[in-house]
């Protein structure tokens, strides 16, 4: 009895396997495109989960990776640097083909990068670079976030805007590169531009009861303030509190960035809260991502041989330029993201 | 003479020397509206600081305060996201607090956990479990809805900001009760020696488990206030060090860590100064660095005194003192 269930069931299978010899279409690269995504290993060590950037990444990574059968193994190391060093190290011990780093800071993974790509694997390094390069950068050239930012002040308030050109700088955490390098950016653009006065630069640690602490000081102190560079939708949400609670939307003009988050970036510039956005738009953000896995999985480059970078195309969103499309949100993305 | 300066006068001293040199040397300082907002700004750390003292005066210490005002605040508002009412919602973000307040209570008062590590690892636990089970996002927006709860961190009552009249009434609720209620003053008789508070007959148990769930309440008084001032919440708050400048606020005011002393009155003495030394040095756009060097300098010169004129000995200081 059992034999003959096993022998039907043999003629089965090789009935199945006939069938399914008609091969799909071959253009001379899809079969090997697919041949080489399948069962490979990715490796991610974002910042943290649960946060929007890395959440939406997440999405279009799983989802892409989902699609061509490979895998994508998240460990959260909770904003802590060590934690995530520890979490690259494990990664690097069970040999992915591509590891994929979010750094906190410029120096933390320097090592970790070289660890990795010593032993063969290639890295992706997004939305921050370590000092050293690994195989792809894919993320913000915070310099450029910067500049443009600036810019967007400088329109407001600089000259031919008829405005007095007061600026106050509400920064972040000061020791993240970031906000250095994208003050950096800040100061080299209103370097040339001297009719604007910056009356106050103060540090809100990314925390927006602070941000709002320090905004509505400065405003009672500069009640003709013209604008307010912030650097992050989280923290500059304290900032606009303080200047809708002083009455002065319709004056002063409020530049921050983000990844461009529905409730975060979108809402803020209906309801008057933010002027202008610069977002890395996390959605882009993904398909580069994506893009740069697949590239490293198809040409397995040697670790190193061959850096490249995908920075992200800043996207501003304004009042007049929003669309239903400008923003995004995780469900979204989860559902079609990557 | 000299003996008369304890902490809380000292403090209230340097305040009111740096009220006058900011007030004389800073054009803007005095005017009405920036002694208003200089109040606004650290109504929230006042706040947490009432909750805070009424755990330090009791011989307590709660460092899951900041999680707690986190994680149930913005709880409540991913409720209110998804359709909840916004009444029901509130009421379960006082529960989850309550029943915080509680397992902290247990275990320090009956499974004798030191305070400092319970609440540390209970801050830890509640960020955790609140992060991994109720809220996916780090920062949780407000509902667009006109309810006037969302005006309690914004607007004004009568030209005074909301944040500030909340602060007061937090405080007068809180002197009140610790100087007139049966709890308030068995807190203080804890506080102060819990073997003669126990034989003396005072249910020091409850008492301590009490204590504990009127500082979670605190905290989302606070973190209500905190979110609709700044219409979000970021869940990354209980990560930061704020738990610390609460401590420092409760501390500086002259509550000492050795429990049973003080009141309400020290942490709007260590409020105050705060506020007045930040909002000066936000107007002399003074570096960030510089300001903290400022704060901690002022801190520690506050304690020299104190240690100086009332140096500890035999009678004062206590076993297991911090």
């Known amino acids: ?338 | 003479m000299l003996k008369m300066l304890n902490q809380e006068r000292i403090v209230g001293a340097i305040a009111v020397v740096l009220f006058i040199g900011f007030s004389i040397g800073l054009s803007g300082f005095l005017s009405g509206s920036n002694i208003l907002s200089l109040i606004q700004n650290v109504s929230i750390l006042g706040i947490l600081g009432i909750g805070m003292a009424i755990g330090i005066i009791g011989r307590g210490i709660d460092l899951s305060m900041v999680s707690t005002m986190v994680i149930s605040v913005a709880w409540m508002l991913v409720m209110v996201n998804s359709g909840v009412n916004l009444w029901l919602a509130l009421g379960l973000a006082v529960g989850f607090a309550v029943v915080v307040g509680i397992v902290n209570g247990l275990l320090i008062a009956y499974v004798e956990v030191p305070a400092i590590f319970a609440t540390l690892a209970m801050g830890i636990v509640v960020y955790g479990f609140g992060k991994s089970f109720l809220i996916g996002q780090d920062v949780v927006y407000l509902p667009r809805d006109e309810s006037w709860f969302y005006h309690i961190g914004s607007g004004q009552i009568a030209g005074v900001p909301n944040p500030v009249v909340v602060f007061a009434l937090v405080a007068l609720v809180a002197a009140l009760f610790l100087k007139f209620t049966k709890f308030g003053r068995y807190n203080y008789a804890v506080g102060d020696n819990v073997a003669t508070a126990r034989i003396t007959g005072i249910p020091v148990r409850p008492v301590i488990v009490a204590q504990y769930v009127l500082i979670a309440v605190i905290a989302v008084v606070a973190g209500v206030v905190v979110a609709t001032a700044v219409t979000s919440m970021n869940t990354r708050l209980a990560l930061s060090t704020q738990v610390y400048d609460v401590i420092l606020v409760v501390v500086l005011g002259g509550i000492g860590l050795s429990g049973g002393k003080g009141g309400v009155r020290n942490v709007i003495v260590g409020t105050l100064l705060i506020g007045i030394l930040l909002n000066g040095m936000t107007i002399m756009n003074l570096g960030y660095t510089t300001q903290n060097i400022f704060k901690s300098v002022i801190l520690l010169a506050a304690i020299l005194i104190d240690t100086m004129l009332n140096p500890r000995d035999e009678q004062t200081a206590q076993h297991g003192d911090i």
Not at chain 1, 46 to 51: C, E, I, K, V
Not at chain 1, 94 to 100: R, T
Not at chain 1, 207 to 212: I, L, R, V
């Open chain 1, 1 to 338: 009895m059992k034999t003959r269930t096993l022998i039907v069931a043999a003629f089965a299978a090789l009935g199945l396997a006939t069938v399914s010899v008609a091969e799909p279409f071959d253009d001379g690269q899809s079969t090997t495109y697919y041949e080489q995504l399948k069962g490979k290993k990715v490796g991610f060590v974002p910042l943290s989960m649960g946060f929007d950037l890395t959440e939406g990444w997440n999405a279009g990574l799983q989802n892409q990776a989902n699609a061509l059968g490979y895998e994508v193994m998240v460990r959260d190391p909770n904003w802590n640097t060590e934690a995530g060093v520890q979490a690259a190290n494990g990664l690097i011990a069970e040999q992915p083909d591509v590891l994929i780093l979010h750094p906190l800071d410029m120096q933390a993974y320097n090592r970790t990068v070289q660890k990795a790509m010593k032993s063969g694997i290639n890295v992706i390094q997004i939305n921050l670079k370590s000092v050293t390069n690994g195989d792809a950068y894919v993320g913000t050239d915070w310099y450029e976030m910067g500049t443009k930012q600036a810019e967007a002040i400088v329109a407001a308030c600089g000259e031919g805007s008829g405005r007095n050109g007061k600026v106050a700088v509400v920064q972040g955490m000061l020791a993240t590169p970031t906000a250095q390098i994208s003050g950096q950016g800040m100061n080299d653009v209103l370097a040339q531009h001297p009719e604007i006065e910056v009356v106050a630069t103060q540090a809100a640690d990314w925390d927006a009861s602070k941000a709002q602490a320090i905004t509505s000081t400065i405003l009672k102190q500069n009640p003709d303030l013209c604008g307010v560079l912030g650097l992050w939708d989280g923290q500059d949400i304290g900032t606009a509190a303080a200047i809708r609670e002083a009455g002065m939307q319709d004056q002063v003009f409020l530049v921050t960035s983000g990844g461009g988050n529905q409730a975060a970036a979108c809402d803020n510039i209906q309801n008057g809260n933010f002027d202008a956005y610069f977002s890395y738009d996390v959605p882009g953000q993904a398909r580069d991502l994506n893009a740069a896995v697949k590239i490293l999985l198809q040409t397995q480059p040697e670790p190193g041989s061959a850096p490249f970078a995908l920075y992200t195309p800043l996207k501003l969103i304004t009042a007049d330029n929003m669309s239903p499309a400008s923003c995004w949100t995780l469900e979204e993305l989860k559902r079609i993201g990557g």
